[in-house]
């Protein structure tokens, strides 16, 4: 795995300002013990929705071994002299064997290191989290989880899309659409008949295969559907479309990974909040301070974004 030294200047971890905003924070920082893993959630790339716990563990691992979609100021945060390791997709290339990385974490800890396995999002979700902590585990190495926020809710929340919505869903579907083939065991046709919102990773590559199967199964073609490229990070896209029409708008706008993708009338509510916030600009009357905030955070503030 490629390594190099993490170049952050400072003091020891404890004495960081960070740490010690952490400590007032969070009372007790949890210790990462010498020879322990942690395997933490880094959230959907906005270093404001990493949990402090992730900060924690980044202020005191020896050595970070981490996935491409962890973002560089989440990686700054790791402590100075910390031992960072690149375990994941580059440039195409093909990805490290997940064996490999078990084994390779296994061997960090049983030489006395503090071991942080950070990965994007919640390391459940989608994130083999799982193989990783039963390869652990097995191994007889002790760990600890630190859940994050997945970005198939907080990446639709940041850009207002609400994941449950009274009145339209009573559930909502996490799925992979990486490849539908090979996961044949997915029937896109029973999801349809749910008409609950569908929320995809990895979906974009499949998405024309997997709009066809629900359109199949029963899903009207103009149900909305969103596209959500890079969500919380400063190059984040939407596109807003339907079923039928997302795939090959998302094509021609040259949408790409990582992004997410949402299907169902949730969809809509992001366009009720941008009039909300539009009309509420528009009028007369002074504009309430929360209103105010709600127009600067919520739409997305790249040029190639559809509202
Ligand atoms: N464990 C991660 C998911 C890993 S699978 C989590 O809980 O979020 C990788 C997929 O997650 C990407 O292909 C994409 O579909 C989604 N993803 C992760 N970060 C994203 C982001 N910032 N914006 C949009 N999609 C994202």
């Known amino acids: 795995m490629p390594t190099d030294r993490h170049p952050s200047s400072g003091a020891e971890g404890a004495e960081l300002p960070q740490a010690q905003a952490l400590a007032a924070l969070r009372g007790e920082i949890p210790t990462f013990a010498p020879g322990e ?41 790791a402590r100075r002299g910390a031992q960072m390791q690149f375990a994941g997709k580059r440039g195409g290339k093909p990805s490290i ?30 994130g083999r989290g799982g193989e990783e902590i039963l390869a652990l585990a097995a191994a007889g190495v002790p760990f600890r989880v630190v859940p994050g926020v997945t970005a198939g ?16 869903n009573q559930a909502v579907i996490l799925a992979t659409g990486h490849d539908p083939d090979e996961e044949g065991q997915l029937d896109w046709s029973a999801l349809a008949r749910t008409r609950q919102p569908i929320v995809l990773y990895m979906g974009l590559r499949n998405l024309g295969k997997i709009a066809a199967a629900l359109m199949h199964g029963g899903l009207p073609a103009t149900t909305p559907a969103a596209v959500i490229a890079s969500a919380t990070l ?65 739409p997305c503030g790249n040029s190639a974004c559809e509202g």
């Not at 390779?104 to 049983?110: F, G, N, P, T, Y």
């Not at 998302?250 to 539009?278: E, Y």
């Open 234 to 298: 400063a190059d984040q896209r939407i596109l807003v479309s339907t079923l039928e029409r997302v795939a090959s708008e998302a094509t021609a706008a040259n949408f790409a990974a990582p992004a997410m993708v949402v299907i169902g009338h949730i969809v809509n509510i992001r366009r009720q909040l941008l009039d909300a916030i539009a009309q509420a600009a528009a009028a007369p009357a002074p504009v309430p301070a929360p209103a105010a905030a709600g127009k600067a955070a919520i």
């Open 37 to 77: 893993v942690w395997l933490v959630g880094a959230g959907p790339g906005d270093p404001g929705l990493l949990t402090l716990d992730a900060l924690a563990g980044l202020l005191q691992a020896d050595v970070v071994v981490h996935d491409a979609l962890v973002d560089a100021r989440v990686l700054a945060l």
């Open 97 to 126: 064997a997940q064996q490999d990385i078990c084994v390779q974490l296994i061997e960090l800890a049983q030489r006395g290191l503090r071991v942080l396995r950070l990965k994007g999002g919640d390391p459940f979700v989608f």
């Open 153 to 168: 809710l907080g990446g639709l929340a940041s850009l207002g899309i609400p994941a449950t919505m009274r009145g339209i």
